[in-house]
């Protein structure tokens, strides 16, 4: 018996402001890029202009959405999937996110890998699979290699036509982003903004605590197994319950190794980021779950002052990278 889970409307993460009254703040939700988008920001202006910002919040993500789906027809994505060697007409958010996506590749020696499209398609994760042939994995893992991408001043070329560029593991954090620098520009103070396990916050509460962001417990998704305290910066999660489907007693999760081009088995069963960059915590999130605790450590210490991690193995052990662990930024759940 296969079982289907799609938790695309879940929250990954759970958000508290303690100690703020819910009149001080202002709400808005949305549903786009694939998930719910939830914005709350600190009450600084009327009803009119409170509207007026989140229209404007809207109209980003709709923006970077229309760039970079591999679903609407016309996006920059689907136009390079569809191309032969690229294309030369790319907007700025596919520019940017195909760039940064590249770097990080390379960085996380392929960990990290937006050029997977086809090998997604083909174990069709969120449709319940069925495990592909392993002559299919292969055939989808010849045409996956990012190094067959670059961004050139003539456009996003490829020299493999029948690659396809998935900006699943790092579109929603480049859009926190992207809402975060906007409410920057605002008058309003503080706020958040949470995008399928991709959390942003800005600014300071009025009580002057931290941000509190929830992490799932993976063994219980219904459980907290911790708190992260945040000042100003990203939160990324990336976790096997989040989409996943079973066949024979055995989870089929959507964080593919780009070694093996399968779901990794890295004895993780989820990685958070934490980074005052947004899209690289979005990334590196899914980049550290496919490397595993020891390689994730040892990458840590690779790229001192650029984040910090927990990682949730699969036997619940939680191990914080150290600078988070002696910050004490980490609350374990009682
Ligand atoms: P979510 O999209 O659920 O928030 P992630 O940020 O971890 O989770 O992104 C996972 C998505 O990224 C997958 O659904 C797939 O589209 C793509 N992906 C899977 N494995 C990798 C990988 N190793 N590198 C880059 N992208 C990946
Ligand atoms: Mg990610």
Known sequence: MRRIICALCALLVCITLGGCGRDETADHMFFAMDTLITLRLSRDADDARMAEIFAGAEAIVTEIEKNLS??????????????ASGIADAGIHFRAVTERALAIARE???AFSPTM????????????????????????LSHADFRCIAVTDAGIIKNDSGIQFDPGAIGKGYAAQKLIDYFRGTE???????????????GEKPDG????????????????????????????????YERYFEADGVRYHHIM??????PAESGLSSAAVISADGTLADALS??????????ALAYYDAHPGTFEAVLITKKNEIILTPGLAAGGGFIPAQ
């Open 70 to 83: 591999r679903t609407i027809p016309d996006s920059d994505t689907s136009r390079f999937n569809n191309s």
């Open 108 to 110: 996380t020696e392929g």
């Open 117 to 140: 499209g086809t090998l997604s398609a083909l174990w069709n994760i969120t449709g319940g699979g069925p495990v592909p042939a392993d002559s299919a994995i292969s055939e989808a």
């Open 188 to 202: 309003i103070r503080w706020g958040l903004v949470s995008l399928g396990g991709n959390v942003g916050v800005f």
């Open 209 to 240: 605590t931290p941000f509190k962001i929830g992490l799932t417990d993976p063994t219980d998704t219904s459980r907290t197994a911790g708190y992260l305290l945040a000042e100003d910066g990203f939160v990324s999660v990336s976790g096997d």
């Open 257 to 262: 190794d780009p070694a093996t081009g399968r």
């Open 286 to 295: 899914t980049a550290l779950f496919v490397m595993g605790a020891d390689k």
